[in-house]
């Protein structure tokens, strides 16, 4: 079956301090990667999307992702966390062919001031 | 409305009694899915609606699940004979179209407590 790992559950940074969350899928054939992103109190919010071409995506508020297809991998960067960019994040993968969305348990990060 | 509307916000609700979650869907959005979020585990697929389409019902967890769209909008999803593993956050996302070219909208979601 397909699935998504996050490899941590917390992290914890201060600011100024350079970001990269992993995120691994278990399918084979085409798909499309997503993260998503949850601040305190708000909704679900999509962060940045692969689809193809470039496998470096750019997002919102200075994050990008780097989808490597050999180590079925699309881990999220950001090179200087802000304390705003506390938040829970969540990778997220489309198989080809499938209509759901496969999300990963998501990683709680934490920026200290 | 402005965004995706779910209700209630949260329910307590005893051991075997049935309960309905609602979503309120972007209007003009014609996919609308169902998850839940349990504590410290992602998000878990239930069920999917594009359109006039046969619903995706490959993540219901069991037959006390169901869901339904009514007019290609508003959506309940019912759970019979609740039990205490039950107990989640009942997300609900629309999207314009299917996913892979637009993006999902999240609501808020219903805190389901099962006591």
């Known amino acids: 079956a397909q699935s998504v790992s996050q490899h941590n559950h917390h992290v914890i940074l201060s600011e100024a301090a350079s970001l990269e969350l992993g995120c691994n899928y278990s399918?084979?054939?085409?798909?499309?990667l997503f993260w998503y992103v949850q601040y305190p109190g708000q909704h679900l919010q999509l962060l940045l999307k692969y689809f193809s071409g470039d496998p470096l995506v750019k997002g919102i508020k200075g994050f990008e992702a780097e989808f490597i297809k050999s180590k079925f991998s699309f881990n999220l960067r950001k090179p200087s966390v802000q304390w705003s960019d506390t938040a829970e994040y969540f990778c997220?993968?489309?198989?080809?062919?499938?209509?759901?969305?496969?999300f990963g348990a998501g990683t709680r990060l934490a920026v200290h001031p | 409305g402005a965004g995706v509307s779910q209700s209630p916000s949260n329910k307590v609700t005893e051991k075997g009694k049935d309960v309905e979650l609602r979503c309120d869907p972007i209007?003009?959005?014609?996919?609308l899915y169902w998850y839940r979020q349990s504590l410290g585990q992602g998000l878990e697929f239930l069920i999917y609606f594009q359109g006039n389409s046969a619903p995706d019902k490959s993540g219901l967890p069991s037959d006390r699940f169901s869901a339904e769209r009514t007019g290609g909008s508003v959506s309940t999803l019912t759970i019979q004979r609740t039990q205490q593993e039950d107990s989640a956050v009942y997300l609900c996302?629309?999207?314009?179209?299917?996913?892979?070219?637009?993006?999902?909208?999240f609501g808020s979601g219903t805190q389901l407590s099962v006591l």
């Open positions: 996302a629309s999207s314009a179209r299917a996913v892979g070219a637009e993006k999902l909208f």
């Open positions: 399918y084979g054939g085409t798909v499309n």
């Open positions: 209007s003009g959005h014609t996919a």
């Open positions: 997220a993968v489309k198989p080809g062919g499938y209509n759901k969305l496969i």
